[in-house]
């Protein structure tokens, strides 16, 4: 595809990658948190937790939720292990994540 | 048979067209780039013996594929000459390494450089400056290199700060380029030069990376003798915290000679500082560590331990010196490595040249 310069034009290339991530849109929402397990998985960062828990706090107010599961995966700068994820998506209905730095 | 290259391209009238394209749409680092001509980039990878679909490297997490055509394009972009070609090649493989966690580190508000130190004699037939003002600007090698990594993070990872992934709080200009060769010259008698070090023959060439923070230069112009440079070390390693996993010792000449005069070997220096570098676990939280400082990992400090001795290094084998700068002056540097060397190593990887 790419050619040398022709004679009236001057041809660059271009330098960058297609990105790869593909993403599976959003996950559906349920109707109501009632009865659901509430997945809340922090990143390892110090405010991630006391984040999660005020969340959780409010969620718990207002609806009739099961329980809380609470999981860390340990390191900030790295997705959380497979292994790590099939478990906790055993253990909740639902989830919610937080970075907090 | 011309290699067939595959990227998309641009026709534009010149050069100067071509710079400015390059600059709106966000393909330089704010400094004007070489335009990337077929006939240049097919030249940078026959200089490394490479096909442009041969794959330098897999970002980990992102799954990024860092092919040499995509690499070869940038390094054109940075400025470099063919023959860097094999160095910017084992620098990709090397930074898409996991243990070098290349996505925390370009991506992170710590905010690291990838730092590219070369031995070997590739250093000698490229000329990267290993000697007066090593990280200063004024030699191609080491600016166009450092900077064709730069460029590939940027452009094919997509980690840019304008508009991309990159979320550094500070960064630092390092972010544009970093790129020296150790001073083989000025190692202290019976020191093994850090590829040998790391594991490859004296005779074989190799870059090593380092997701190098901002570097701290000191001078200690009275010492003269290992204990009291290393001294002078520990005073600039301790506000890293306790237990740094991996940190770069920029020792300069002047400071190395006194190690030959001692007839010290190399590993000493680690030895010495991880015995001798240590404070009180109070002393510690004093200096504001009450959670990051730690013995290990999972252990916070607590005032039951406070008199517990612990160490600015993990191991011995947590300092990892290196020989660099001009003859004159005693003014050295410690590098402080990302997460301080927990989650990203020090990567080494031999440099294939064509022959």
């Not at chain 2, 130190?117 to 090593?134: A, R």
Request: aromatic share 6%; proline share 7%.
């Amino acid at each position: 595809m790419a050619t040398d310069t022709s004679e009236n034009t001057f041809r660059v290339l271009d330098p960058t990658s297609p990105q790869s991530i593909v993403t599976d849109g959003m996950a559906e929402r349920p109707e109501s948190l009632k009865g659901m397990r509430i997945g809340l998985l922090r990143n390892d960062k110090l405010n991630a937790e006391p984040l999660l828990d005020a969340i959780y706090d409010v969620i718990a107010e207002r609806f009739e939720v099961a329980s809380a599961y609470r999981i860390n995966k340990g390191d900030a700068s790295r997705p959380a292990e497979p292994d790590l994820l099939g478990d906790f998506s055993n253990e909740v209905d639902v989830a919610i994540l937080a970075n907090g730095d | 048979m011309t290699p067939r290259l595959t990227s998309d391209y641009l026709e534009l009238p010149g050069p100067l067209e071509a710079i400015e394209a390059y600059f709106e749409k966000s393909w330089s680092d704010g400094l004007p780039v070489v335009p990337p001509t077929p006939k240049a980039v097919t030249a940078m990878l026959a200089a490394a013996n490479l096909a442009p679909d041969v794959i330098l490297g897999i970002e980990p997490v992102k799954g990024a594929v860092i092919t040499a055509e995509k690499a070869a394009i940038n390094a054109v972009m940075a400025g470099c000459k063919p023959e860097y070609m094999p160095v910017v090649a084992a620098a990709v493989e090397a930074i898409t390494k996991p243990e070098f966690n290349l996505h925390g580190i370009t991506v992170s508000t710590m905010g690291a450089a990838i730092m590219l130190i070369v031995n070997g004699p590739i250093t000698k037939q490229l000329e990267i400056n290993s000697g007066v003002s090593t990280f200063g600007p004024g030699y191609r090698a080491n600016a166009t290199i450092g900077r064709a990594i730069r460029l590939i993070v940027m452009n094919v990872l997509g980690t840019r700060s304008n508009d991309g992934l990159d979320k550094a709080t500070l960064g630092h200009p390092g972010k544009y380029t970093w790129c020296v060769a150790e001073n083989d010259q000025a190692l202290p008698e019976n020191w093994s030069p850090l590829h040998v070090t790391r594991g490859i023959d004296e005779s074989d060439s190799s870059v090593t990376v380092v997701s190098g923070l901002s570097a701290t230069q000191f001078g200690e112009h009275e010492a003269d003798t290992p204990e009291g440079i290393l001294d002078a070390f520990a005073q600039r390693l301790y506000p890293m915290g306790p237990s740094v996993k991996q940190v770069i010792l920029i020792i300069c000449p002047e400071h190395a000679a006194h190690f030959t005069t001692a007839g010290w070997k190399k590993e000493q220096v680690g030895q010495y500082l991880f015995e001798n570098a240590c404070k009180p676990t109070s002393e510690w939280i004093a200096m504001g560590f009450p959670s990051g400082a730690q013995k290990d990992s999972n252990a916070e400090l607590t005032v039951e331990n406070d008199d517990e001795p612990i160490s600015v290094l993990d191991s011995p084998e947590s300092a990892i010196p290196i020989v660099v700068g001009g003859d004159g002056g005693a003014w050295s540097a410690v590098i402080p490595l990302w997460s301080l060397g927990s989650r990203s190593k020090v990567v080494t990887r031999p440099i294939i040249t064509k022959e």
